[in-house]
């Protein structure tokens, strides 16, 4: 069994330690493959000092959450590796984790990624979005519509037959497009709530622009490249919740989100087709 853990970092330097420590006290032993986005921290320069058995890559550029992880997923397909997992710089496992998780795997096949229990620092509680899944989502037989890549479990059969991120999405809202298009190829996604996990990223703030780009428009992106939906319902969707999410902000940024939006139709299109491939 050949695992490939796969961590993209970029200035994430206080995380790395817990991070990629984590995957060598794994109980069950994984390959590690780290892609550094032009890091200025240092990054690159300590993981190659105290992670000397890691595949590490230095880019010249900073290619984004999206590319960086298809590098990683490319590097596992061809050398032959039967999963991978992906790992967020902010994010670490137990011991017992990923044991859990393939063991899980290996007795549902069905499953396209299969995540451990996202917790805060300290295992003091569930990690908030993740949280969020686990209330509103709607449960299909133990599965769940999608749950963030910070920490993903995912065979190389699903791999082969997904693809790799879209490019549409290099930062946010990869990992929910890449789940609904699992589901439109007959995988499900999961949660072992035997294994757990932490993402430590309970104390960051963000400006109000930033969250109105990700909650609005990249959500609305997803809506759109979702192709369990048809594309008319999935816009009809988006006009009403400019209104909802310009009504909730007190912003016209939703407005002029949607603008670009209506430009990217034919983009979205195109993803649509790739994505049924």
């Not at 590690?32 to 200025?40: A, E």
């Not at 320069?45 to 992670?51: M, T, V």
């Not at 549409?168 to 995988?187: E, I, M, S, T, V």
């Not at 939906?229 to 999935?234: G, I, V």
Request: aromatic share 12%; with cysteine; hydrophobic share 45%.
């Amino acid at each position: 069994m050949k695992i490939l853990v796969i961590v993209v970092t970029f200035n994430g330097l206080k995380w790395l330690e817990r991070c990629l420590g984590s995957v060598r006290a794994s109980e069950v032993p994984a390959d590690l493959y780290v892609w550094d986005n032009d890091s200025t921290d240092g990054s690159a320069d300590w993981i190659q000092g105290h992670f000397p058995e890691a595949k590490l890559v230095r880019s010249a550029d900073n290619l984004g959450f999206a590319e960086a992880n298809n590098m990683g997923m490319r590097y596992a397909l061809e050398k032959g590796y039967d999963y991978v997992y992906l790992l967020n710089q902010d994010a670490w496992i137990e011991p017992s984790t990923l044991g859990t998780l393939i063991a899980a795997s290996e007795a549902h096949p069905e499953y396209a990624v299969l995540s451990p229990l996202q917790m805060t620092d300290g295992f003091t509680g569930l990690d908030a979005q993740f949280g969020k899944i686990l209330r509103s989502a709607q449960h299909d037989k133990g599965s769940v519509r999608r749950v963030m890549a910070a920490h993903w479990l995912v065979p190389r059969k699903a791999l082969e037959v997904i693809g790799l991120f879209d490019a549409l999405f290099p930062l946010y809202g990869n990992d929910d497009n890449w789940c609904d298009r699992a589901r439109y190829h007959g995988f499900k996604i999961g949660i072992v709530p035997q294994a757990r996990a932490v993402h430590d990223r309970a104390t960051r703030e963000e400006p109000k622009e930033k969250v109105i780009f990700r909650n609005y428009y990249m959500g609305s992106l997803v809506r759109l490249c979702d192709i369990n939906r048809p594309l008319w319902e999935r816009f009809l969707f988006v006009c009403l919740f400019t209104l909802v999410k310009a009504v909730k902000y007190g912003s016209i940024l939703p407005f002029k989100h949607f603008g670009s939006l209506v430009r990217m139709l034919p983009e979205i299109r195109i993803s649509r087709l790739r994505a049924r491939r």
